[in-house]
């Protein structure tokens, strides 16, 4: 009962909290230095705090040891958490400001399956806020945190675990459903965030690691596997680098990294093999998305690998908060399991207004739909009061070796697609025409498309 009072409180609290407004509008690439120059990792105090000497032993529920072990760091004034070579069992962990939890090589933090192991905490749950099973890691208003090292973060979810709750089941049920309706419902109906309450028995997966309200964050080497869901989620923060991260998960909506409504976010040196978007950018769903009304901002994705997804760089369809200001570069994106290279969705309920996004020198091969989606009749389409908009996409020095078709464009009466650019580029190995409806301003300029070559019969 103590511990959700806690949470009642955040949730007042937090309702009349706003982040300061942004400084930038991105026109082009000549803006990426000012982005870049606002993101910078957190240092960590030369302090190690073993869990080992805290009462954790290798194949033993080290939860208990771990909270000691981040606790004793942070009151410290920081440092980092170590877990050593070998396998480690927990529940969920929550990070503490001046806390750098450092996975070592050969190390794997194996993490339960049992959803009491994660109590409530006040989070966002597909773009809605509301009070659910703690992610696997968890952090919340803390700066100067950290997730690192080169071992193996694994959330051992499968078809008879996490999964099976968003699963169709042999009577053709998905446990899910009802607990995701009735809080999109609660969403709708403005109902407070305190009244929103899951967790047991509701059937909401949590996601691996969310920082919800933190500064200054670092997620950096790790191997993610096995996630329930989402795997990075940073919601409402700002100054988060994730660099060097191997992501290998193919479950029902395993995204790979979801900057949430959140400012000054560095993706850099990853790979991505999914069950899902390998980075989806978003900032809040329908009428709760336009409550918190924050969007997501100054995001840079550069050298990363995508392979399995239905995407390899998104944004939406949770937008309604907006997004602005996304610099996509050196990327390498092939998989015949890979949908579209970049996707920009949305509809007439999420709203949202998503522009400046610039995309160079990626290297794509193979993918299943398209170079570039845009869909705004995604989910429920043009029924809703909250028409999108998407203007000012930039694609320039893309080559691609084989897709159905370089634009896939659905638009609808009253939402805005306009002004896509792009320049220099080589697509080949296409083999449809261009779908495009309800668009606007669309600008070609020394592009080579090449059609597959047709097989001649003897």
Same mark, same amino acid.
């Given at each position: 009962?103590?511990?959700?009072?806690?949470?009642?409180?955040?949730?007042?609290?937090?309702?009349?909290?706003?982040?300061?407004?942004?400084?930038?509008?991105?026109?082009?690439?000549?803006?990426?230095?000012?982005?870049?120059?606002?993101?910078?990792?957190?240092?960590?105090?030369?302090? @190690?705090?073993?869990?080992? #000497?805290?009462?954790?032993?290798?194949?033993?529920? $080290?939860?208990?040891?771990?909270?000691?072990?981040?606790?004793?760091?942070?009151?410290?004034?920081?440092?980092?958490?170590?877990?050593?070579?070998?396998?480690?069992?927990?529940?969920?962990?929550?990070?503490?400001?001046?806390?750098?939890?450092?996975?070592?090589?050969?190390?794997?933090?194996?993490?339960?399956?049992?959803?009491?192991?994660?109590?409530?905490?006040?989070?966002?749950?597909?773009?809605?806020?509301?009070?659910?099973?703690? %992610?696997?890691?968890?952090?919340?208003?803390?700066?100067?945190?950290?997730?690192?090292?080169?071992?193996?973060?694994?959330?051992?979810?499968?078809?008879?675990?996490?999964?099976?709750?968003?699963?169709?089941?042999?009577?053709?049920?998905?446990?899910?459903?009802?607990?995701? @309706?009735?809080?999109?419902?609660?969403?709708?109906?403005?109902?407070?965030?305190?009244?929103?309450?899951?967790?047991?028995?509701?059937?909401?997966?949590?996601?691996?690691?969310?920082?919800?309200?933190?500064?200054?964050?670092?997620?950096?080497?790790?191997?993610?596997?096995?996630?329930?869901?989402?795997?990075?989620? %940073?919601?409402?923060?700002?100054?988060?680098?994730?660099?060097?991260?191997?992501? @290998?998960?193919?479950?029902?909506?395993?995204?790979?990294?979801?900057?949430?409504?959140?400012?000054?976010?560095?993706? #850099? @040196?990853?790979?991505?093999?999914?069950?899902?978007?390998?980075?989806?950018?978003?900032?809040?769903?329908?009428?709760?998305?336009?409550?918190?009304?924050?969007?997501?901002?100054?995001?840079?994705?550069?050298?990363?690998?995508?392979?399995?997804?239905?995407?390899?760089?998104?944004?939406?369809?949770?937008?309604?908060?907006?997004?602005?200001?996304?610099?996509?570069?050196?990327?390498?994106?092939?998989?015949?399991?890979?949908?579209?290279?970049?996707?920009?969705?949305?509809?007439?309920?999420?709203?949202?207004?998503?522009?400046?996004?610039?995309?160079?020198?990626?290297?794509?091969?193979?993918?299943? #739909?398209?170079?570039?989606?845009?869909?705004?009749?995604?989910?429920?389409?043009?029924?809703?009061?909250?028409? %999108?908009?998407?203007?000012?996409?930039?694609?320039?020095?893309?080559?691609?070796?084989?897709?159905?078709?370089?634009?896939?464009?659905?638009?609808? $009466?009253?939402?805005?697609?306009?002004?896509?650019?792009?320049?220099?580029?080589?697509?080949?190995?296409?083999?449809?025409?261009?779908?495009?409806?309800?668009?606007?301003?669309?600008?070609?300029?020394?592009?080579?498309?090449?059609?597959?070559?047709?097989?001649?019969?003897?």
């Amino acid at each position: 009962m103590i511990a959700l009072r806690r949470l009642l409180l955040a949730a007042l609290t937090l309702a009349g909290v706003n982040l300061a407004a942004p400084s930038l509008l991105a026109a082009g690439w000549d803006d990426l230095p000012a982005v870049l120059a606002r993101i910078s990792a957190p240092q960590f105090p030369a302090r @190690d705090f073993p869990i080992t #000497e805290f009462g954790a032993r290798p194949g033993l529920d $080290a939860t208990a040891a771990l909270r000691a072990a981040i606790a004793a760091c942070s009151a410290a004034g920081g440092g980092r958490v170590v877990v050593p070579a070998g396998l480690w069992l927990t529940g969920a962990i929550h990070l503490r400001s001046g806390v750098n939890l450092h996975v070592s090589a050969g190390a794997t933090l194996r993490f339960s399956t049992d959803p009491t192991a994660y109590p409530l905490v006040f989070t966002r749950w597909e773009g809605i806020e509301c009070l659910n099973h703690s %992610p696997l890691i968890y952090a919340f208003e803390q700066e100067n945190i950290a997730v690192t090292g080169t071992g193996t973060l694994d959330g051992q979810a499968s078809d008879d675990t996490w999964w099976r709750w968003v699963n169709r089941s042999a009577e053709g049920l998905r446990p899910q459903q009802a607990a995701r @309706d009735a809080l999109v419902a609660l969403g709708e109906q403005g109902v407070p965030v305190t009244q929103r309450i899951f967790g047991d028995g509701h059937f909401l997966r949590p996601n691996f690691i969310q920082t919800y309200r933190c500064r200054n964050v670092l997620i950096e080497g790790v191997t993610i596997i096995r996630s329930p869901m989402w795997e990075i989620h %940073p919601v409402l923060s700002t100054n988060v680098t994730v660099r060097g991260v191997k992501i @290998d998960s193919h479950g029902p909506n395993n995204d790979g990294c979801n900057p949430e409504s959140s400012r000054d976010v560095l993706i #850099e @040196d990853c790979v991505f093999d999914t069950g899902d978007d390998c980075i989806a950018i978003k900032s809040g769903r329908n009428a709760d998305g336009r409550r918190v009304g924050l969007p997501s901002e100054n995001i840079v994705v550069r050298r990363c690998t995508m392979k399995d997804g239905h995407g390899g760089v998104v944004i939406g369809s949770e937008v309604s908060g907006g997004c602005r200001n996304v610099f996509v570069e050196d990327c390498v994106m092939d998989s015949p399991s890979l949908d579209r290279a970049l996707r920009l969705k949305s509809n007439a309920q999420r709203g949202g207004v998503i522009e400046n996004v610039f995309m160079r020198r990626v290297t794509v091969g193979q993918v299943a #739909e398209a170079i570039l989606t845009v869909d705004l009749l995604y989910g429920e389409g043009a029924a809703g009061e909250h028409p %999108p908009t998407v203007r000012n996409i930039h694609l320039d020095r893309i080559t691609s070796t084989s897709s159905p078709r370089v634009l896939w464009i659905a638009g609808f $009466a009253g939402a805005t697609i306009e002004d896509i650019f792009i320049r220099d580029c080589t697509f080949r190995g296409v083999t449809a025409a261009e779908y495009v409806v309800h668009a606007g301003h669309i600008d070609w300029r020394h592009v080579t498309i090449e059609p597959a070559a047709i097989p001649i019969r003897r």
